[in-house]
């Protein structure tokens, strides 16, 4: 029996300065007493459970005022502190700069509370190096059941961090290079819209024209030529780049059409519709399903006449005391091919002092209210047939102010534009 009672005595001094844990020896020595081998196998089963945790995670105890009294070689070799460095000192030793001292009272008042503390550490080692763990600290209580030392099992978790890092960097380059992209694309968009301050105070005018995202997918045109104004107003299928590529090309193909259909509304929309089928579907193996709404309308001042063609656009006309909805056509650009795509040329004579609107459904899409709902087109012709009374400039500022008011911290739903003129 000396022998056993020899290597029971150095397996179990071997745990105790491990764990140090209450009436661990006198249960041990009893149980031994009465059934000798099975203590050897619980003493091994323990030192085994213990060995796979030095060998896996850094481990450490500390007492009550937070000095290292227990270090594993795994945190030794981590911190890159040895054993006689790191004991009868705190874990603030390996503090990062980046990890606030509020972040150590905090672990510390938990594991006094007999709570355990989780959560991911960012250390510095000896060689000034930075490591992170992800780490559970739990108190162990004495003879009183009070907290008497905390352990600490931390896992090393650098690796993923760096490669969380890379990562992060890597999108950011690549966010950075779309942002360039996108402004860029922007400037383009932009260039081919054009600039219409000096066209809207020449005709009491107000153009409202804001981007869902950097890029919209609405467009607009707005020429004069003499006592004639071409208006045209578009919105392509969604937003952002794929709705702005089509609205690039609608744009582009309206410059040169304009130049054969003169004043011709149905015919330019249906130029445009045969141009741009004829682009996008060039590959039949993977077809663009992209499409635009859109409105072309010529007003001629000297003879009071608006002549007008419209697929799916909505606008109207505020007479007086009377409003007037403009007919449109239940078909998009580029959505039906040539043969299908019926388009009708419509002409309506003009009164001094009529006001056109023209607005993509941006606007009546809004969300936002007390309901959180669409701000709707009724609501929006009842708001500007009250402003008929007053200046274009002065009826955009209340338009935009009023839809500010109705999105409130809402992200904008979608592109917007709103042309008005008074004739």
């Not at 390996?94 to 606030?100: A, E, K, L, S, V």
């Not at 932009?190 to 609405?218: T, V």
Request: glycine letters at 6%.
């Amino acid at each position: 029996m000396t022998a056993l009672n020899t290597y029971l005595t150095t397996k179990r001094q071997s745990l105790y300065n491990f764990i140090d844990l209450p009436h661990s020896n006198q249960n041990i020595t009893a149980h031994k007493e009465t059934n000798p081998s099975a203590s050897i196998e619980v003493l091994n089963q323990l030192a085994s459970h213990i060995e796979i945790l030095n060998q896996s995670a850094l481990l450490t105890i500390t007492d009550l005022k937070g000095n290292i009294v227990h270090a594993n070689e795994l945190f030794c070799g981590i911190s890159k502190y040895s054993l006689d460095e790191v004991l009868h000192h705190s874990h603030h030793i390996i503090r990062h700069p980046d990890t606030p001292i509020a972040v150590f009272m905090e672990i510390e008042n938990t594991v006094m509370r007999g709570e355990v503390w989780k959560g991911e550490l960012k250390n510095k080692a000896k060689d000034g190096s930075d490591y992170w763990v992800i780490a559970t600290i739990a108190p162990i209580s004495g003879h009183d059941g009070k907290p008497a030392k905390h352990i600490s099992i931390e896992y090393d978790i650098t690796k993923q961090k760096l490669a969380e890092e890379e990562l992060k960097q890597a999108k950011k380059k690549i966010d950075n290079e779309l942002l360039e992209n996108l402004e860029y694309a922007k400037h383009i968009h932009s260039s081919l819209l054009g600039n219409n301050e000096g066209l809207e105070l020449e005709n009491d005018s107000f153009l409202i024209y804001k981007a869902q995202k950097i890029i919209s997918g609405d467009f607009y045109k707005i020429e004069q030529k003499d006592n004639k104004l071409m208006v045209v107003v578009g919105d392509s299928t969604g937003h952002g780049i794929a709705a702005s590529y089509i609205s690039i090309l609608a744009l582009n193909i309206l410059s040169r059409v304009t130049r054969f259909c003169g004043e011709n509304p149905g015919r330019i929309l249906k130029m445009i519709n045969h141009e741009l089928n004829r682009i996008t579907q060039h590959n039949k193996e993977k077809k663009l399903t992209e499409s635009a709404d859109m409105m072309v309308c010529c007003i001629d001042k000297e003879q009071m006449t608006l002549t007008y063609a419209s697929a799916r656009m909505r606008a109207f006309i505020i007479r007086d005391e009377k409003l007037i909805l403009l007919e449109k056509d239940k078909c998009s650009i580029g959505a039906i091919q040539n043969d299908d795509f019926n388009i009708t040329t419509r002409c309506i004579d003009l009164k001094k002092g009529d006001c056109l609107y023209i607005a993509t459904d941006g606007l009546s899409d809004q969300l936002g209210g007390v309901r959180d709902r669409c701000i709707g087109f009724k609501y929006i012709r009842e708001m500007i047939y009250k402003l008929n009374g007053i200046s274009m400039s002065e009826q955009k500022t209340i338009i935009e102010d009023t839809l500010a008011k109705w999105q409130g911290s809402n992200e904008q739903t979608d592109d917007i534009t709103v042309f008005g003129i008074r004739i």
